[in-house]
């Protein structure tokens, strides 16, 4: 069974606007969360993390919501941009070890 | 070079074939990982190796064989494939175990295999 979940495979969002991605997560005891962006014939490339002692981590355009009591974790982009078109996968970890979800394509058009 | 470099990026073998993939890094990281994506699928932890010691086989079938000959390198020796085989294959580095699942892995683009 998956412990990490994006149920949404795709998102599509206006230049400028906020982009929202969603994870959730079943296990209580993951102690940090990361979020991967990952581009066609490319690896993934970490972005932003957040410990689970905290609610919130901001970089630039990227925030990183974590809701324990709801195991809910999204990423805000703000403002949307052409280059942000890719893929998004939530990851987790449990010890050291990473456990990723399936990913959410974002496309972001004109 | 820098980062995490694959090769080859496409690899097209048949069920009987043996090939190897290729992971290099020139980061200085002490911990390396093979990762397998299939088809919306998350990514599937295989092996890891920590300090050139592989300290996790996230029960892979023996058709796959890590190497790690140094802490630069890993190999993932491949036999008798089966088709649903067939994914993309990631290698990752970080500077250790620990410091990986806080700051993130360093990944490299991946092998495309397609098993016949």
């Known amino acids: 069974d998956q412990q990490v979940k994006q149920n949404s495979p795709s998102l599509s969002v206006q230049e400028g606007r906020i982009s929202i991605l969603n994870c959730d997560y079943t296990?209580?005891?993951?102690?940090?969360f990361l979020w991967y962006k990952k581009y066609p014939a490319e690896g993934p490339t970490f972005l932003i993390s957040i410990s689970s002692i905290k609610d919130k981590n901001e970089d630039g355009r990227f925030t990183v919501f974590l809701n324990k009591s709801a195991k809910h974790l999204s990423l805000h982009i703000v403002p949307s941009q052409p280059g942000d078109s890719a893929v998004y996968f939530c990851a987790a970890s449990e010890t050291d070890k990473l456990i990723f979800g399936t990913g959410t394509r974002l496309q972001v058009f004109p | 070079e820098t980062g995490v470099t694959q090769t080859p990026r496409h690899l097209v073998m048949g069920m009987t074939n043996k090939k190897s993939l290729k992971c290099e890094q020139h980061?200085?990281?002490?911990?390396m990982y093979w990762y397998k994506q299939s088809a919306k699928k998350p990514l599937e932890l295989m092996f890891v190796y920590n300090f050139k010691e592989q300290t996790e086989n996230n029960s892979v079938p023996s058709r796959f064989s890590p190497e790690c000959p140094n802490s630069s390198h890993l190999f993932l020796h491949l036999h008798t494939l089966q088709p649903e085989d067939s994914a993309l294959y990631l290698c990752?580095?970080?500077?250790?175990?620990?410091?990986?699942?806080?700051?993130?892995?360093?990944f490299g683009s991946g092998t495309r295999l397609t098993v016949v």
């Open positions: 990752a580095s970080s500077q250790d175990r620990g410091t990986g699942v806080r700051y993130g892995y360093t």
């Open positions: 980061l200085g990281h002490n911990a």
């Open positions: 296990n209580s005891m993951f102690d940090y």
